[in-house]
């Protein structure tokens, strides 16, 4: 058996947007001011979707590892022969972060999926994390662990990493129902943070958030279900940047999303996902540290401030809720 399936490149339209930054001195020498960064629209062409299956082996894909153990382990074990379906090897994309799942891996198992008409058995490493099969599980898709070559019905797909699967998001993942969704919970939701990437003043933060009717969860503290039920649902959602916010793909609401940053990691990933499924975005940027141009303009370092904490100066967040039309309860 040979299928294909191609899906034209797509345009998708990023709308203008604003940013407000924590108090600087670089906005006014005498005093510290808040800055208001106005990010204009743009249009985003992305690359066409090309899916394919026929019969023969995982190491027929050609991906490399960089896990010398693993190569090697690989080429001294007998293939595991998989006559049951169609099966997808996601061993080469993190299964440790929900986001790359949802965004990187389940659109193309979807279109897989719409291409042969059945369910797709995912392929994880045999030391898959707990979250990442519980992810697969929750959305109704087989699961193989193991570190052996697979043989069968392999399916391929376009990368997801240039982006190509962000304007078909709504096709996607609109239709899909996942097991244990609630249709009942909060319309403003609060995604916060434990451990890296935390906000240094959360309970000021929170404070602030709860005058506006907002209720505050830690996504690592409840099932997947649960995360994906608050996510689907909500009217609008305030968060640190972060694996978290993905679940947003499965609102078609046209969400509002107020994303927090650390100034030195402004990411554009949320931006552009809410765009795709046409809800409105806003950033704010906390305050900046002595480090900030040394280690992102001079040494280039852009993943610096990646995991680091931040402070959100309240009237920013203020402004950024007026800019987002939410209003107090």
């Known amino acids: 058996m040979n299928l294909t399936k191609t899906l034209a490149s797509i345009n998708t339209t990023i709308p203008s947007s604003k940013i407000f930054t924590y108090p600087t001195r670089l906005a006014g020498a005498w005093q510290p001011e808040m800055l208001e960064i106005h990010l204009p629209e743009c249009e985003i062409q992305r690359p066409e979707i090309y899916v394919s299956v026929s019969p023969g082996s995982t190491r027929d894909l050609n991906i490399k590892s960089k896990n010398f153990y693993y190569k090697i382990y690989k080429q001294l074990t007998t293939p595991l022969k998989y006559e049951d379906g169609f099966i997808y090897d996601t061993r080469y994309e993190t299964d440790g972060n929900i986001a790359h799942i949802l965004s990187c891996v389940v659109p193309a198992i979807l279109v ?33 662990c193991t570190d052996r070559d697979v043989e069968g019905k392999i399916i391929s797909a376009t990368n997801p990493k240039n982006g190509s699967y962000t304007g078909w998001y709504k096709t996607f993942f609109n239709p899909l129902k996942f ?26 933060v929170e404070d602030i958030l709860k005058s506006y009717g907002f209720q505050k969860f830690y996504y690592e503290d409840i099932p997947i279900h649960e995360q994906w039920s608050l996510s689907k649902n909500a009217k609008v959602i305030v968060g640190l940047h972060g ?87």
């Open 112 to 144: 897989a999926q719409d291409l042969v008409g059945e369910k797709v058995t995912v392929i994880l490493r045999s030391k898959a994390c707990t979250m990442a099969k519980n992810a697969y599980r929750v959305l109704g898709f087989p699961i193989i």
């Open 179 to 204: 097991e244990g969704y609630t249709k009942t919970t909060p319309e403003k939701v609060f995604i916060s943070r434990k451990g890296t990437r935390a906000l240094i003043n959360e309970a000021e």
């Open 243 to 329: 694996a978290a916010i993905a679940s947003i793909v499965f609102n078609h609401n046209n969400p509002k999303l107020l994303e927090f940053f650390n100034p030195g990691y402004v990411v554009n990933k949320y931006r552009h996902t809410v765009a795709a499924i046409g809800g409105q975005w806003c950033g704010i940027t906390g305050q900046m540290t002595e480090n900030l141009i040394r280690d992102l303009d001079i040494k280039q370092n852009a993943r610096s401030f990646a995991l680091s904490p931040t402070k959100i100066y309240p009237d920013s967040l203020i402004k950024a809720l007026e800019y987002l039309e939410i209003e107090k309860s």
